[in-house]
């Protein structure tokens, strides 16, 4: 059973800046594709970025530029640089792997972006 860990969440002021990871045992967040969702209150669950399993990254138009997803191969994580944060990025964030098989998701970190 796969387990994603998330963390890095907090509140910032708004043009602040945030750094998630998303961990996991084993191999998987370096051999699969991953995505961090994220869910504000009230809201869908929408997708953030997404990276796949050989470094092809996509991002939602409300954050491109902003966002950056990555992998840290040392540390065996994926991570979400935030940049410029605004109140509206205010959410859960969400770790997520689909291998085609089956869907893990983390608990989710809070992210909160207020004055």
């Known amino acids: 059973q796969v387990q994603l860990v998330e963390s890095g969440g907090g509140w910032v002021q708004p043009g602040g800046f945030l750094r998630l990871s998303c961990a996991a045992s084993?191999?998987?967040?370096?051999?699969?594709?991953v995505a961090w969702y994220r869910q504000a209150p009230g809201s869908q669950r929408e997708v953030v970025a997404t990276?796949?399993?050989?470094?092809?990254?996509n991002y939602a138009d409300s954050v491109k530029g902003r966002f950056f997803i990555g992998r840290d191969y040392a540390k065996n994580t994926v991570y979400l640089e935030m940049n410029s944060l605004k109140p509206e990025d205010t959410a859960l964030y969400y770790c997520?792997?689909?291998?085609?098989?089956?869907?893990?998701w983390g608990q989710g970190t809070q992210v909160t972006v207020s004055s």
């Open positions: 990276i796949t399993s050989n470094g092809r990254t």
């Open positions: 997520n792997i689909n291998d085609g098989l089956n869907t893990y």
């Open positions: 084993g191999s998987i967040l370096s051999s699969k594709g």
